[in-house]
C-alpha cells in the first residue's frame, strides 16, 4: 500500500506561480512514473505533466513552457511549478505515482487532489 500527501495548492492571480508537492510513502521499492493530472469542472481528468524513468518528463502541449515537473528519487516526492498561469489552470489537481513494492506488481495511485484557482 502507498499513500500519497499532496500540498501547495491555493488561490493566484493571472500571471503568479504556485509549486505543488507531492510525497509517496508506504510500500515503494521503485516507481516508474511520477507526475500530474488534473480535472476542471465538467471535464475529464488529463495529464498534465508526468516523469517517467527512463525517459524523463512529458507535459500537456497547453502547459510546455511554464510547468516544470521534477522528481527526488531519494524523497519519494514530485512537484510541479507552475508560472504564467491562467483561469483555464483552474482544477483539482492530483498527484500521480506508478510504483512497485516488494511482493507488488507495478500499481497505480492517486492522491485525494487539491484545488488550484487563478482568477483576478
Known amino acids: 500500500q502507498v499513500q500519497l500527501a499532496e500540498s501547495g495548492g491555493g488561490s493566484v492571480q493571472p500571471g503568479g506561480s504556485l509549486t505543488l508537492s507531492c510525497s509517496a510513502s508506504?510500500?515503494?521499492?521503485?516507481?516508474?512514473?511520477m507526475g500530474w493530472y488534473r480535472q476542471a469542472p465538467g471535464q475529464q481528468r488529463e495529464m498534465v505533466a508526468i516523469?517517467?524513468?527512463?525517459?524523463?518528463?512529458t507535459y500537456a502541449g497547453s502547459v510546455q513552457g511554464r510547468f516544470t515537473v521534477s522528481r527526488d528519487s531519494a524523497k519519494n516526492s514530485v512537484d510541479l511549478q507552475m508560472t504564467s498561469l491562467t483561469p483555464e489552470d483552474t482544477a483539482v489537481y492530483f498527484c500521480?505515482?506508478?510504483?512497485?513494492?516488494?511482493?507488488?506488481?507495478?500499481?497505480?495511485?492517486w492522491g485525494r487532489g487539491t484545488q488550484v484557482t487563478v482568477s483576478s
Open positions: 500521480y505515482v506508478q510504483a512497485r513494492g516488494r511482493g507488488t506488481d507495478p500499481t497505480p495511485y
Open positions: 508506504g510500500n515503494i521499492v521503485s516507481a516508474s512514473v
Open positions: 516523469d517517467i524513468s527512463g525517459s524523463g518528463p
